[in-house]
């Protein structure tokens, strides 16, 4: 684990008793959590845990139902007491999505746009911003990622591993004060794995936030400052040291650990 | 794109045929404007055989000599013979005249002249029949007759028999060739032209009812009713009239006691003799096909107001369609939607045409024959095409517009640049198989006095007495404009199937 100083720092990302339910069924109880700038956070559970839902109500896919989420200085507070108009909060939902870039498990490239359009697409629809800049920013990012070569490219020409950098690229190009990675390389075959995680890599040492939902243990171990084990709709324990992981102290944790190191990836995936 | 496609339409709109969106807005004081069906066959107006580009008929020397007198010059406007009457309600010309006759129901909607023309009614039967010789003897049996006309009525009044309406007297001969019925009861200056032309009718019985024509002014016009009056008075005071009347062989008892002019006839049957000449004139194969030649300067000017009316149509009818596809899957006023897709799906399409181009005059919207022709076919054929785009929509995945909507887009932003660019080109082939119904579905405006490809198929027929050649040559062009269409829907779906899915190795889109 590496681990970065933060003291005197206020938090870049606060969760404060968020709760979210689909349906009937409480799918976030009472999370509260802080991560600081140029963080990376890994955050794992088994599966139907929460953990994506987590995710996606940082960056307001998903609007919480309680508690309130601030990404710098935005916030969507649904604490009891604040009564805001439906009208506001999809407002300020989506101020938050385009400051908080999102990478998904299924790559969601568009299939109709070359890479490097992809890339451009957010900047010039969202942002206003000219082709010519446009492109030039997308062209820095695909450079950053590894991909400026093949920037004319469909995504249906490229390989997964590259389909993925090409995601990280688009969602960069909108200059997001996070990264959220939702299981970025759930869906690749095994021999790609590496480079996407080396791209989060890069950017870890560049100092971007960046949190994760992944399987990927010895990733979570070698790169993130601390990680965050869920179960059912709860934070059980944050493992910020090295020794944490192989002692956790919670037994949910220490079950599930267990498993994922015995058993594939694969496997805890579907399972 | 957006700018493309405003050029493009500027250009369709500037080789638009202008004479198509006004037919009689004329406010030219030395033109009167008359209208007719050149379908109606001899001798009132069709197109003369021998160059079929010229409409003749005894009604039309009679308006010339008529608006001559009145100092005037006539123009004719094509009109369906059923829609004649409502025609003027919407002042689609100033007269009608077409063997109309004066009745108490026609007097309900419109002034008519005095009369310039008095004939009955005759009954044709086929040349072997023996026992039809009166309309008696009709009794029990099939009768037939036009649709709408003053026999129809009478007929239904005499009851005992039954009664088949023709929307053409050439197919009422048909039917009576092919003993589909007994008889065929009609005008007699009808069966004074057909039966000779007609192998094996002959005409039977006296004369039945007393048929008066006048020339029809709109409800309340009187000036232009009392001119025309004037008018039909002088001709046939100098003897005008009956000379038209002579040439077209249909000067009768009637008219010689209605002017009491009994004289001898002097005057040849000129057009008559040429008409019949015409008609019994055996050609030869050659000069058959010189003929459908002939027919193609007029077959190229009504393929393309077809060609026209498709296109605007399928213009419009793909805009409402794609806001009716996003209203129904992206807005809360999902019910307006379906509510017009279903509505319109659940009624024929002519009676869709019908009742815009008929009866909206009713509530005050009166419109052109094109603009009511596009709108009909449009507003038709967008609940087909928002069940197209619909499909298209939801095909495209909807983690893709969860990808848009953390890049920060609104939901029309997605919509706009993401969502509909990917459904697009799903929804090409069949938008463009579509297009191919629209362009022969686009021969139904024939009903609402458009000179389209079957409304001039239905002219030529007609005067030629000759469905079978010029209905294959019709077949044939509208075919051959289809092709184009076709191989553009080919095309789509090749491409597609290329690049659209071609989406198995990495699977982007499994997760909806």
Known sequence: ?271 | MGKKFLLWLFLLLSFFPHSLLSQSNDNNDHIITFGADARSGAPYCFADPNNPAIIKGFDVDIIHAVAEVMGKRAVFVQNSYEGLISGLGRNNYDVVIDGIVITPEHLAEVDFSTPYYVTSQTIVVPDNNKTINSLEDCRGKKVGTLTGSEAFMFLEKFGGLTVLSYEQEVSGYQDLLNGRIDAFIIDAPVAIYYVPTVKGLKIVGGAIDRLMYGIAVKKGNIVLRDELSAAIAIIKQNGKLRKILEKWKLWNKEMAELTEDRSPSETEPTEYNSFVESMNRSISFQERIDRYISFLPMFAKAAWTTIIVSLFSMIMAMSLGLILAIIRIYTPFKFIAVAYIEIIRGTPLLVQLLLIFYGLPNIGIRLDPFVAGVIGLGLNYAAFEAENYRAGLLSVPRSQYEAAKALGMTQWQALRYVILPQSVRLVIPPVTNDFISLLKDSSLVSMITIVDLTQQYNLLATTYYDYFGIGIQVALIYFIIGIPFVMLSRWAERKIGRNGLRRKKYSFNLIR
């Open chain 1, 1 to 271: 684990m590496q681990k970065h100083d933060h003291s005197g720092q206020s938090a870049l990302i606060r969760l404060e008793n968020v709760t979210k339910s689909f349906d009937n069924t409480e799918v976030l109880k009472n999370i509260t959590l802080s991560i600081f700038e140029g963080d990376l956070v890994s955050i794992i559970g088994p599966s139907g845990c929460g953990k994506s839902t987590l995710l996606r109500c940082i960056n307001a896919l998903e609007i919480i139902d309680g508690g309130s989420v601030r990404v710098a200085d935005m916030v969507l507070d649904r604490r009891a007491g604040t009564d805001v108009s439906h009208k506001e909060i999809e407002k300020r939902a989506h101020r938050l999505r385009q400051s908080v870039g999102m990478v998904f498990q299924t790559f969601n490239l568009f299939p109709h746009k070359t890479i490097v359009e992809n890339a451009m697409m957010a900047p010039m629809v969202v942002q206003g911003v000219n082709k010519e800049i446009a492109r030039e920013i997308a062209l820095r990012q695909l450079d950053k990622v590894g991909l400026k070569s093949l920037a004319e490219r469909r995504p249906d020409q490229l390989s997964g591993g590259q389909i993925q950098r090409a995601a990280i690229a688009r969602a960069l190009a909108m200059s997001p004060n996070v990264m959220l990675y939702d299981e970025p390389t759930s869906a690749l075959d095994p021999e790609l794995v590496g480079e996407v995680l080396s791209v989060m890599r890069e950017l870890n040492a560049e100092g971007m936030t960046q949190i994760i939902v992944t399987h990927e243990m010895q990733f979570a171990k070698d790169a993130s400052d601390y990680i965050v084990f869920m179960d059912k709709g709860e934070i059980v324990e944050i493992l910020a040291e090295e020794f944490m992981v192989e002692h956790p102290k919670d037994i949910r944790t220490q079950k599930f650990l267990k498993r994922i190191m015995s058993l594939g990836r694969e496997d805890v995936t579907n399972g």
